[in-house]
């Protein structure tokens, strides 16, 4: 799951991100920013990898590291996976 989010230019910013959440119960490592509640959700390193807000060179950077490393993909998605679907009982 790949989803980059950032601040408004506003100042607004999203709290709890759901959708990684709902990606994370079912398996699937993530590929985010550092926005928000993101990092208290998603573990770097461990459930998927974040990177800085706007931050295009980090998020190809990520996209080619689960390319060269596809094992990262089911060990990333089965650690958290496996967290969130314990608590949601």
């Known amino acids: ?13 999203k709290g709890r991100p759901t ?5 994370q119960a079912t398996g699937l490592p993530v590929i985010s920013t550092t926005h928000a509640d993101i990092p208290e ?3 770097d390193g461990r459930s998927g990898i974040l990177v800085g807000e706007r931050d295009v060179s ?5 996209l080619e590291e ?3 490393r596809p094992e990262l993909l089911g060990e ?4 958290e996976g496996a967290t969130w ?3 949601t009982r």
């Open 19 to 23: 959708a990684l959440l709902e990606a």
């Open 66 to 68: 689960f390319k060269a």
């Open 1 to 13: 799951m790949i989803q980059p989010s950032r601040t408004a230019s506003d100042g607004t910013r």
């Open 85 to 87: 679907k314990n608590t």
């Open 76 to 79: 990333m998605g089965r650690r």
């Open 41 to 43: 959700y998603v573990h």
């Open 58 to 62: 980090g998020l190809a950077w990520a």
